[in-house]
Nanobody
Framework: QVQLVESGGGLVQAGGSLRLSCAASARTFSSYAMGWFRQAPGKDREFEAT????????NYGDSVKGRFTISRDNAKNTVYLQMNSLKPEDTAVYYC???????????WGQGTQVTVSS
């Protein structure tokens, strides 16, 4: 079982930046692929970014490519999402997830709200 706790959300003006963090409880954190997803009101959960266990590969959704960066620190059991050039349409609840592969996430955090004002 993996417990994930997100932090770093908040209110920011358009064009600003935020860094989300996700702390994981698993002793085997370094074995997991990690990802960030988001869900806006009235919309389905959307893929944002994934990273392999050794940071060897990252992948991004089209809407965030070039603006968001996923990274991880296995020594700290933490994954990050650096979000730059934020837009009002980035407003959503952001979820951290863990899985044995980037294609399938098995564990989810509770989410952190990000609100971007225009």
């Amino acid at each position: 079982q993996v417990q994930l706790v997100e932090s770093g959300g908040g209110l920011v003006q358009a064009g600003g930046s935020l860094r989300l963090s996700c702390a994981a409880s698993a002793r085997t954190f370094s074995s997991y692929a990690m990802g960030w997803f988001r869900q806006a009101p009235g919309k389905d959960r959307e893929f944002e970014a994934t990273i392999t266990w050794n940071s060897g590969s990252t992948n991004y959704g089209d809407s965030v490519k070039g603006r968001f960066t996923i990274s991880r620190d296995n020594a700290k059991n933490t994954v990050y999402l650096q979000m730059n050039s934020l837009k009002p349409e980035d407003t959503a609840v952001y979820y951290c997830a863990a899985g044995w592969t980037t294609a399938r996430m098995n564990y989810w955090g509770q989410g952190t709200q990000v609100t971007v004002s225009s």
